[in-house]
Nanobody, 114 residues
Framework: QVQVVESGGGLVQAGGSLRLSCAAS????????MGWYRQAPGKQREFVAD??????SYADSVKGRFTNSRGDPKNTVALQMNNMKPEDTAVYYC?????????WGQGTQVTVSS
């Protein structure tokens, strides 16, 4: 059973930076896609960024500010968030997928104060 665990959330002032990390364990296979979604209070969960076969994708709202990268060991990913804005405040979820297997972490809170 694949388990996904995020870390690195916290409180930061507007314009500051945070780095989120995620690791998927419990499988010998490489998860093809690893990425991030977020959910703000009262809003639906939305796509933030992912990376598939080395190719990253980003939501328009974070392009140029966030960088998502795969790490070593395999099945790890990190989201570097720079020039953060109050509207980035949300619970951030890591997602890892391979074929029909799609796993989610429990989420980590990110709060950006103005």
């Amino acid at each position: 059973q694949v388990q996904v665990v995020e870390s690195g959330g916290g409180l930061v002032q507007a314009g500051g930076s945070l780095r989120l990390s995620c690791a998927a364990s419990g499988t010998i296979f490489t998860m093809n896609t690893m990425g991030w979604y977020r959910q703000a209070p009262g809003k639906q969960r939305e796509f933030v960024a992912d990376i598939t076969s080395g190719k990253p994708s980003y939501a328009d709202s974070v392009k140029g500010r966030f960088t998502n990268s795969r790490g070593d060991p395999k099945n790890t990913v990190a989201l570097q968030m720079n020039n953060m804005k109050p509207e980035d405040t949300a619970v951030y979820y890591c997602a890892a997928s391979r074929g029909v297997v799609n796993c989610w972490g429990q989420g980590t809170q990110v709060t950006v104060s103005s």
